[in-house]
C-alpha cells in the first residue's frame, strides 16, 4: 500500500522560494514514479513535474519548469519540489501523486495520491 505525505507548504511572499517534500511509504521502492500536480482555488488540478521512469527522466509542465525542480532521494523514498521565485498564481494545494507499476507517460496515469499541502503567495 502507497502512502504519500506532503509537507512544506505554507505561506511565502512573491518572488520567495519553498521546497515541497513527500515521502512516500511503500514495499515496492523501485517500480514507482513519483511526481506533482497543484489546484488553485476554481480551477482544475494539473500537472507540475513528474518523473517518467523510477529515478529517471523528468516531465514539466513547460512553463513551470523554469522556476520549478522536481529531484528525489531514493534512500529516504522522497520526493521535492523546489518552487522559486513564486507568484500569487502560484497559490494552490500541492499534491503528491505516484504512478505504481510502470512508466508513467500520461499525467491522467497516476494511481495514488497524497492529501495535499497548501502553498499561499501573497
Known amino acids: 500500500h502507497v502512502q504519500l505525505v506532503e509537507s512544506g507548504g505554507g505561506s511565502v511572499q512573491v518572488g520567495g522560494s519553498r521546497r515541497l517534500s513527500c515521502a512516500a511509504s511503500t514495499y515496492i521502492v523501485n517500480s514507482k514514479c513519483l511526481g506533482w500536480f497543484r489546484q488553485a482555488p476554481g480551477k482544475e488540478r494539473e500537472g507540475v513535474a513528474r518523473?517518467?521512469?523510477?529515478?529517471?527522466?523528468?516531465v514539466y509542465d513547460t512553463p513551470l519548469s523554469r522556476r520549478f525542480t522536481i529531484s528525489q532521494d531514493n534512500h529516504k523514498n522522497t520526493v521535492y519540489l523546489q518552487m522559486n521565485n513564486l507568484k500569487p498564481e502560484d497559490t494552490a494545494m500541492y499534491y503528491c501523486?505516484?504512478?505504481?507499476?510502470?512508466?508513467?507517460?500520461?499525467?491522467?496515469?497516476?494511481?495514488?495520491w497524497g492529501q495535499g499541502t497548501q502553498v499561499t503567495v501573497s
Open positions: 518523473f517518467y521512469s523510477p529515478g529517471g527522466s523528468t
Open positions: 501523486a505516484a504512478r505504481v507499476g510502470g512508466y508513467w507517460r500520461e499525467w491522467s496515469e497516476a494511481t495514488h
